[in-house]
């Protein structure tokens, strides 16, 4: 392959992965059952696997790779630990019993979603 062609992968993986994770979202949030989320969550496993085959290449890409992991880590740790404690915070205020009621495969999600976000926000700052 030549080196525009792995590029144009690269990011077409990218642009795959995002759109694939917010259905993903979507997905979860709607209920939806069979292809309509293992579809969306093969294609954001698959587009990671492609951008992280590449990602350490040149420092173009491997920018790219830190921006949307550092988003993806500050949405993991906010919806995994400070979500669940906020409302825990409010339930013992609120004087109500404190139940584990938030959905803790939205922090995967979010996480795949804010990657791909910070991932492609990065590559369109860099576009000027």
Do not use: C, H
């Amino acid at each position: 392959m030549q080196p525009d062609t792995k590029t144009n992968l690269y990011l077409t993986s990218a642009v795959m992965g995002g759109v694939a994770s917010v259905v993903l979202a979507l997905a979860n949030l709607f209920d939806w059952t069979g292809w309509l989320y293992g579809g969306p969550a093969l294609v954001t496993i698959v587009s990671l696997l492609v951008i992280l085959r590449r990602t350490l290449r040149d420092e173009y890409t491997q920018s790219l790779w830190q921006a949307g992991t550092s988003a993806a880590f500050v949405v993991l740790a906010i919806l995994y630990f400070l979500v669940p404690f906020a409302a825990g915070f409010i339930d013992g205020l609120a004087g109500r019993e404190a139940t584990r009621d938030f959905p803790y495969e939205l922090a995967a999600i979010g996480a795949f979603v804010a990657f791909y976000a910070g991932f492609l926000l990065a590559w369109l700052r860099s576009a000027r």
